[in-house]
């Protein structure tokens, strides 16, 4: 053992028995080596390191080129002794079983060494893995993804809610959430995503700084100023980013107001659109302060999704150590340049590059290989689909793990061949349709006009339906209800198999709660308490929180209970035909899948909504009521969206230690704004925007997700589930059973069984399935499988160097490049219809992948109808 390694575990050894004297040594110790980072081999030997470092992945790293990362590790090192570190990773490999996140390597590597410690056979590289692995642990994070963009250090005096923190954020907020409200509602939609807007933070706040001047006013002995005598702050930014994040959430009674003006020419003032809004944006604020404690504060609640935003605000704000290469900051302004100029080619200048369906360019008239191959209307399988960063990007390639992205790239493909079955199979008639569409049509293949069939109250008329037609899906959009209907059963089953023991603690925390409520002592402990939920986590990020005080969670509860007040007024006083217990039930249903769908989120970057279970559970309680049914449907789905957006919110304010309690007042002041300003821009559309929400729209603003709402409320709410399981698509009834018989069987192989695929999850794998909704198929996912195996497999295992600095600042780059070039090319040239007609850009849409035709001719049936003859419909 060399003389510098005897030295360190010997400091180490008097640290963790002497006590706190000899801890002030170990303090020195790991201050002269911060001291000295550049050069750690006075401490360690260079082999130590070097081996150290491949372990991590860095294969080609030197001892002059140590990551930020690893260089805080080997300094933190001195605090650990080595039983201490044995400790650490024994607990950790409890903690960390069965997670898909940490690299199969590095735990079968934490298990070999605990395994030597009970052997009592370590030498010295084992030592150092043991303390260097421990550390990682106890001060930073196991995580790869984690450590390439999250500070592991804090600084609570760093000022983080200050006036112009707020005043950026919210006027861009103001700004952002009226644009993307606006373009929301366009076939090709464009937003002000938050990477855009981060870099509009950044250019006002250092403005602000150096310009605006330092005056203050002092309330009771506290000084408030427009401005601070300090530089724009890595906090100050993030908070604003925050804010703004908030309400880039799904602001879905849009969807509402517009197909019940639009569609059910129903009138409703602006007071019901407010007070409805209200409700549903703020009342997934209450269960959001409770899935805290369950995918917030715990380690392994790594939020994938998250990193790029951290990585924008390191990069442009972060200060670079000991780092070879071009900065972040050079190269997030470099990928945003590159992107900004390509994206005018797939977008507007060769179109090709889009929409790459060059097979059908060799027969564009034969409908079957438009069918299978066809990008437009088609499946979309082919192997090279789009060059389109657009396209590419649809499913975060460089953000999901790859693990989770191949997972749901599967799940599509066999989607895709389901289709194939289901319309060469001619099932239910669908050859006379379109294969991939998510229109609705009547049995003479004409889009479904709702109107026809409800009567002056908006409900099902009997007779004009039995004189108009039953409705029709294309067999794309059949196997995405198919795959929609088995998810939630299977969610039941395997969250209840596999995750048992969190779920069972959490409805029982919930439950407690609930109960204590009822003594006047509980009301009055809850009010005073600091609930300090913190003090159970021992990561570093949470320790680091601890400075900061929480919000109490009944907070959270007042603004659920205020929202839950608010819907029913609404319900009650307007002409909703929705009954108050409808609401209950949709919060019923989000008490039971919230803990499950956002613990796949926090761990995969899969999303998941209960949209489609609102509306056939409340479709069978509200039979030809499509009105509750959209209603309902809004509280149901957005409970669990705005929850998730809250969520992610506050994982990444805990990775940013940014105090919980100046997040919590910002959040309920912007999305308060919010409501305000999308409800402006969507009255002013309704009524200025000619032939708004038609198909032949001038500027393409048909409504598309409009559209797929409004259908959805005719076949659930009109029609009703019973007529769609019983008659016109029996088969999906059958999806229940299904979907319970897969999540039984992975989750008892899972938990019970012997080798279980370590990186299989059938949620991802059916949710994958649902990926391939119409008109979203397999070319928007083939080139992000590419991608995604460069990224997050190859250049991740084989040069994590680069992978860690550069990944998520190429993400957030190209996605600011692409937002702001859009926006430009937009109004430059695609608002006035300005086309660019040439071979480029004309032969993608040439031919049956472009128009979409059906297999069969419906003129050539007998009656020139398919399906139920008119007066005997289901």
Not at 58 to 77: C, F, G, H, Q, S
Not at 267 to 290: D, E, H, K, R, T
Not at 377 to 398: H, K, R, Y
Not at 561 to 589: D, K, Q, R
Request: hydrophobic letters at 45%.
């Amino acid at each position: 053992m060399s003389e510098t390694v005897k030295d360190k575990i010997i400091i180490d050894e008097k640290v963790s028995t002497k006590g706190t004297v000899d801890y002030v040594e170990g303090a020195e110790y790991s201050e002269r080596l911060s001291n000295h980072s550049s050069d750690f081999s006075q401490w360690y030997t260079d082999e130590q390191i070097l081996h150290f470092m491949k372990k991590l992945g860095y294969e080609n790293r030197t001892l002059y080129d140590i990551p930020e990362d690893v260089a805080y590790i080997l300094k933190k090192m001195p605090e650990l002794t080595l039983e201490d570190s044995f400790e650490i990773l024994k607990d950790s490999i409890i903690y960390y079983k069965d997670d898909e996140n940490i690299p199969h390597d590095q735990y079968e590597e934490w298990k070999r060494l605990v395994y030597l410690d009970s052997k009592e056979g370590t030498d010295d590289y084992d030592s150092f893995d043991v303390r260097a692995f421990a550390s990682a642990i106890k001060f930073h994070s196991p995580y790869q993804e984690v450590r390439a963009v999250v500070d592991p250090e804090d600084d609570p005096t760093i000022p983080v809610e200050t006036f112009r923190a707020y005043f950026l954020a919210i006027i861009w907020s103001i700004i952002g959430s009226g644009f993307n409200e606006f373009f929301s509602h366009r076939v090709v939609s464009i937003s002000l995503d938050t990477p855009i807007i981060q870099m509009f933070l950044y250019i006002c706040g250092k403005a602000w700084a150096k310009t605006v001047p330092c005056w203050t006013i002092t309330i009771r002995g506290r000084k408030y100023g427009i401005n601070i005598d300090k530089p724009w702050t890595q906090k100050e930014q993030m908070f604003s980013t925050l804010l703004y994040a908030i309400c880039q959430g799904a602001f879905y009674t849009h969807y509402n107001i517009l197909t019940q003006k639009l569609f059910y020419h129903s009138a409703f003032s602006f007071g019901y659109q407010f007070l409805l809004s209200l409700s549903v944006q703020f009342i997934g604020f209450g269960f959001a302060g409770i899935l805290r404690k369950f995918v917030v504060y715990p380690a392994r609640a790594l939020w994938p999704t998250v990193m790029p935003t951290i990585a924008i605000n390191k990069a442009l704000l972060g200060k670079e150590k000991h780092e070879s290469g071009m900065s972040r900051y050079k190269f997030f302004f470099l990928a945003f340049f590159i992107m900004f100029i390509y994206n005018w080619f797939p977008t507007y200048i060769i179109n090709i590059l889009n929409t790459f369906n060059w097979m059908t360019w060799i027969k564009p008239n034969n409908i079957n290989l438009a069918n299978i191959t066809g990008g437009v209307t088609g499946l979309g399988i082919n192997p090279i689909s789009s060059f389109d960063w657009n396209v590419i990007s649809f499913n975060s390639p460089l953000v999901y793990p790859f693990w989770s992205y191949l997972t749901q790239y599967l799940g599509c493909i066999l989607a895709a061949l389901i289709v194939i079955a289901v319309y060469y199979s001619n099932y239910m008639s669908c050859q006379y349709l379109p294969i991939f569409t998510n229109s609705l049509y009547t049995n003479t293949g004409d889009s479904f006009e709702v109107s026809e069939i409800l009567d002056s109250d908006n409900k099902l008329d009997v007779k004009k339906y039995q004189s108009y037609s039953p409705p029709y899906y294309s067999a794309g959009n059949l196997v995405t209800y198919g795959a929609f209907i088995c998810a939630y059963p299977l969610m039941i089953t395997w969250s209840f198999i596999v995750h048992s023991k969190l779920l069972f603690n959490a409805f029982k925390d919930w439950a407690l709660n609930l109960w204590a409520l009822r003594k006047l002592k509980s009301w009055v402990t809850m009010f005073k308490s600091n609930y300090r939920i913190l003090d159970d986590y021992d990561d570093p990020h949470s320790n680091a929180m601890k400075n900061y005080k929480e919000v109490p969670d009944w907070w959270y509860f007042a603004i659920l209970i205020a929202s839950l007040v608010v819907g029913i007024a609404v319900v009650e006083h307007y002409p909703t035909n929705t009954p108050v217990w409808g609401l209950f039930v949709s919060l019923g249903f989000n008490f039971v899948f919230l803990i499950p769908t956002t613990i796949l989120q926090a761990t995969t970057g899969y999303s998941f909504g209960l949209n489609l279970l609102i509306e056939m559970v409340m479709g069978y309680a509200l039979p030809g009521n499509p009105i509750a049914i959209m209603i309902l449907k809004a509280f149901g789905y957005n409970i669990d969206g705005q929850a998730d957006n809250y969520v992610s919110n506050l994982k990444i304010a805990h990775y940013c230690k940014i105090p919980p309690m100046a997040l919590f007042r910002g959040q309920c002041i912007i999305v308060l704004i919010q409501i305000f300003v999308n409800l402006g821009v969507l009255n002013w559309q309704i009524s200025n925007i000619k032939d708004f929400c038609t198909p032949h729209q001038n500027a393409k603003f048909t409504c598309p997700d409009a559209v797929t709402y409004y259908n959805a409320s005719v076949v659930w709410g009109a029609i009703g589930p019973k007529r769609i399981f019983n008659y016109i698509y029996p088969i999906f009834k059958w999806c229940w059973l299904i979907g319970a018989c897969i999540g039984i069987f992975f989750g008892v192989w899972k938990r019970w069984g012997k080798f279980y695929p370590r990186y299989f999850d059938p949620m991802l794998f059916v949710g994958g399935m649902l990926n391939m909704s119409p008109p979203y198929n397999l070319m928007y996912y083939t080139s992000g499988m590419i991608v995604s195996y460069i990224s997050q497999y190859y250049m991740k295992r084989h040069h994590l160097n680069l992978w860690e600095k550069y990944n998520y600042v190429l993400s957030a780059g190209f996605s600011t490049g692409l937002v702001l070039s859009a926006i430009i090319i937009f109004f430059a040239v695609q608002y006035k219809d300005t086309a660019f007609n040439w071979w480029g850009n004309t032969v993608p849409y040439a031919g049956a992948d472009g128009v979409g035709y059906p297999l069969k001719n419906i003129t050539d049936t007998a009656n020139g109808y398919f399906g139920y003859a008119p007066g005997h419909y289901p």
